[in-house]
């Protein structure tokens, strides 16, 4: 495969002079909130109409059956996840705002719904693909959908050519950075998996009716404690350079086409949702970046959407800033989003960051979710957001083989292991692996346990799902709620003993998408961070 987004990673910290506040309110729980004019439906929401499924199958049909020169045929539409998406940095969750909102917008106009707004799924509540989503053009195994890559790519050759022709040379320049400099590069990052990003049926979604849960350390990933901690996040961007919690839409990065640090949001739900999907033998369109071909990916990722939402109502009771402050906001703001089209065709007009800050971009809200318990009443008492202090590990194993576990042990005072008040953020380890290009799609669980203090408990896992493979990537796990702390003399410290295991069970041979290889990946720093 096609070693996307390699080369040296330019990283900016901005520095933040004064705070910016986003107005919100609360969602009620039926009507959509005041002004706005869709409202997204849990799929298993009874008050959501059952339109809208018909609705998303007939949209999904028709782009489906556009020609492959129209920017609104769907596998052109998942192209833009390859062309442009960040991950790994702040742009995360604006951008896939943007994303979600205009595919919304299309399925819309060929829907024939003026009132459609996309489903999200709730995976805290219901940790299994729905039943609904195996249903007709639903499932990319569905024989609408092209069955095999030769097929994918006699229809798109000769387009991509064309389209890459037409490129402006500001999308050139994204592309460059992400290696995609020329039409032979596409097709080798997109070509039949394991090698590239194209998933034959009926390898297009692992999971299936019979089997459509989520494994163990993905439930865990999920889970409301999981959530939890994502929400009491408390700051929008960390540091790229690691001095601080990495934050709820992950660390800042010079542009949208670099890595930084990913906060628990994007490292836990995110990334193993789209690894999970792939089930046993790790085959799905969901783990790669094509995962847009899979339409489960919309409902994902309006979750996430979802829980932005809650955030940002959570940091406005608690007087909290709700984006980045001061020249962060400008750095954040101008950023280009430069691929997207409209529901005719066009390339859209709001190509800024910014422009997407706001879910009233789209005039749309949600339907009450998991999280919702995190926003405080209006007129709660708001304690000032503690220092967080950082431990490193000694690390005492660093490769990571099939079935073998590598990590470290960090010394952290018990204190700072004990119970912590609901407004204060969460405690994390921070996991940084040494990638290389075949690490794409493996998968780890991450184990916790003080010395003394009894078996290890599982804390969340790690999904390579970003194609950022080459060099040290950080990802965040927060810290059991339930973990046990041995008895320890004031101010003494606990020995924290953080693993990182392969999900496949040793003596199994790992899968294609989640080998292991001889030199790679490497922990290379385990640093917990605690209020």
Known sequence: MTALFHGTLTRRHFLGTSAAALAASAL????????????????????????????????????????PTDPRNWYRNAFIHVFDCPHQNWWFLAWHRAYIGWLEATIRAFSGDAEFALPYWDWTKTPRVPAAMFDDVLDPNNA?????????????????????????????????????????DFWSAVAAAPAGMFFEQPGARGLTPASPDLDRTTKATVAAATIRSALRTANFAGSADGTDPAGFASAKAASHNDQSREGILESQPHDNVHGAMGGAAGNAFMVSFLSPVDPIFFLHHANLDRLWDVWTRRQAVLGRPTLPQGADLTAWSSEQFLFFSDASGQPVVKTNAGDY???????????????????????????????????????????????????????????????????????????????????????????????????????????????HVHGPTTFTVPLPEDLVVPAAAAGASVPLDIRVVPLEPPGVAPSPRVRATATSPQVATITVRTS
């Open 357 to 467: 800050a706001a879910m009233s971009v789209f005039d749309y809200d949600y339907s009450p979710g998991s999280g919702e318990d995190q926003v405080p009443a209006p007129g709660t008492p708001v304690a000032a957001v503690p220092a967080t202090r950082a431990f490193s590990a000694q690390i005492t194993s660093a490769t990571i083989g099939a079935g073998v576990a590598a990590g470290g042990i960090a010394q952290v005072p018990a204190a700072a292991l004990a119970p912590a008040a609901p407004q204060a953020p969460p405690r994390v380890a921070e996991v940084t692996l040494n990638l290389g290009p075949a690490d794409q799609g493996r998968r780890f669980r991450v184990l916790v346990s003080p010395q003394g203090g009894g078996n290890p408990v599982e804390a969340g896992g790690i999904t390579i799902f970003s194609h």
């Open 28 to 67: 009620p729980s039926a009507a959509p909130a005041q002004g706005a004019r869709f409202r997204r439906f849990e799929i298993s929401d009874p008050g959501m109409p059952p339109r809208v499924l018909d609705s998303y199958k007939k949209g999904i049909r028709e782009m489906l059956n556009r020609p």
């Open 144 to 184: 609408a959908f092209i069955p095999a890559f030769d097929a994918f790519k006699a229809q798109f050759d000769a387009p991509v050519t064309t389209l890459f022709a037409a490129f402006s040379q500001a999308q050139q320049d994204v592309l460059a950075q992400r290696g995609l400099s020329s039409t032979a």
